[in-house]
């Protein structure tokens, strides 16, 4: 059974560059799959950040960018702030109606 | 303004049944799709199901296919989830969210209805 990876945790200083990635344990991500992105901070509901088009959602901030690098799918934060500390989940679409999301990563600023 | 507000969550024994409900509002409801996504304590996100705009297509995760039931009623602006041989496992935070069916994304949350199944 495929499975969606992505980094456990991440840490990032104020104003840095950071990169979570999402990937398979078998296989490569491509936009086949529609990747896209959600924030979540503990106790909320998910917040969408990435379409699956690679586009920001309605009201985030353009710091935020989804792309594909080399065989995963990838959100760059450029220039993090402190509220930007969330819960970061990537969705791939599997085809035959199922979606699957990864583990999560636990993105700290500071 | 756009919005999902989920319900009936609750308490419930193993093996028992319970029906969650999403109301949507703001929106042309029967022009999307409709996700339910599940959250179990101190764990990630869990897609449990889809229902196309005119409940026509329904897709099931494989833990709850052949248990849990996605239906709606567009006269209500209203999704469901029929849940039954409920499971310890299943105990969760269950979101319903928009979905961008064609473009295969989930646009709008709700902030969640919390089932917990114990005796």
């Known amino acids: 059974q495929t499975v969606v990876t992505q980094e456990p945790s991440f840490s990032v200083s104020p104003g840095g560059t950071v990169t979570l990635t999402c990937g398979l344990t078998?296989?490569?991500?491509?936009?086949?799959?529609?990747p896209s992105w959600y924030q979540q901070t503990p106790g909320l509901a998910p917040r969408t950040v990435i379409d699956?088009?690679?586009t920001r959602s309605s009201g985030v901030p353009d710091r935020f960018s989804g792309s594909i690098l080399g065989n995963k799918a990838a959100l760059t934060i450029t220039g993090a702030q402190p509220d930007d500390e969330s819960d970061y989940y990537c969705?791939?679409?599997?085809?035959?109606?199922?979606?699957?999301f990864g583990g999560g990563t636990k993105l700290t600023v500071l | 303004e756009v919005q999902l507000l989920e319900s009936g969550g609750g308490l419930v024994q193993p093996g028992g049944s319970l029906r969650l409900s999403c109301a949507a509002s703001?929106?042309?409801?029967?022009?999307?799709?409709m996700t339910w996504v599940r959250q179990a304590p101190g764990k990630g996100l869990e897609w449990v199901s889809v229902?196309?705009?005119?409940?026509?297509?329904?897709y099931y995760a494989d833990s709850v296919r052949g248990r849990f039931t996605i239906s709606r009623d567009n006269s209500k602006n209203t999704v469901y989830l029929r849940m039954s041989s409920l499971r310890a496992e299943d105990t969760a935070v269950y979101f319903c969210?928009?979905?961008?069916?064609?473009?295969?994304?989930?646009?709008?949350w709700g902030k969640g209805t919390t089932v917990t199944v114990s005796s």
């Open positions: 703001g929106f042309r409801f029967s022009d999307f799709a």
């Open positions: 969705v791939l679409y599997m085809g035959s109606g199922n979606w699957v």
């Open positions: 969210a928009r979905a961008i069916y064609y473009k295969y994304y989930m646009d709008v």
């Open positions: 699956s088009t690679n």
């Open positions: 229902i196309t705009g005119a409940g026509a297509t329904t």
């Open positions: 078998s296989g490569s991500v491509s936009a086949r799959y529609h």
